[in-house]
């Protein structure tokens, strides 16, 4: 019984700050600055065409 409930409270805590990345969208947040870092650092015609 100690086991179920440790598991159900930790299924209902993975499933609230699931909630809160995608209502806060810091997946898609991360997702730009890896972007944008990336085209940063790659300015050259060669290096575009890689992607």
């Not at 209902?12 to 995608?22: I, T």
């Amino acid at each position: 019984m100690r086991t179920t409930a440790m598991v159900l409270m930790m299924i209902g805590c993975e499933a609230s700050f699931g909630w809160f990345l995608a209502y806060t969208k810091v997946p898609a947040s991360m997702a730009a600055l890896l972007v944008s870092q990336l085209f940063a650092r790659c300015t050259t015609d060669e290096c575009l065409h890689s992607l």
